[in-house]
């Protein structure tokens, strides 16, 4: 069992910055993928940036250039650093563990979210 818990959520104007937290109970070193996810209200979760157990980072389209994500293996922790946030950036962020891929994963554990909300 993997528990995953997240901060760094809040309110931002439009242009502004946020960096979301995702403390992790388990070396993180041994998940295939760690990843954020926004997730509205009658909708799939999306995935908005992913980083492997290797290293290597993914990027949504409408997020490339302005979030990045990144890890801290000795604390367990994954962030994403989100500048020039967009109104159309608001919504609820999922910190995930996934494996061993993304497409059909035979696992995945899910944080409770953060809301990230971006004003004009």
């Known amino acids: 069992q993997v528990d995953l818990a997240e901060s760094g959520g809040g309110s931002v104007q439009a242009g502004g910055s946020l960096r979301l937290s995702c403390v992790v109970s388990t070396n993180i070193a041994m998940i295939h993928y760690m990843g954020w996810y926004r997730q509205a209200p009658g909708l799939k979760r999306q995935s908005v940036a992913t980083?492997?157990?290797?290293?290597?980072?993914s990027y949504a389209d409408f997020v490339k250039g302005r979030f990045t994500i990144s890890r801290d293996i000795h604390k367990n922790t994954v962030y994403l650093q989100m500048t020039n946030l967009r109104i159309k950036d608001s919504g609820i962020y999922v910190c995930?563990?996934?494996?061993?891929?993304?497409?059909?994963?035979?696992?995945?554990?899910w944080g409770l979210g953060v809301q990230v909300t971006v004003s004009p």
């Open positions: 995930g563990a996934l494996g061993p891929n993304t497409t059909l994963p035979t696992y995945g554990y």
């Open positions: 980083i492997t157990r290797s290293g290597d980072s």
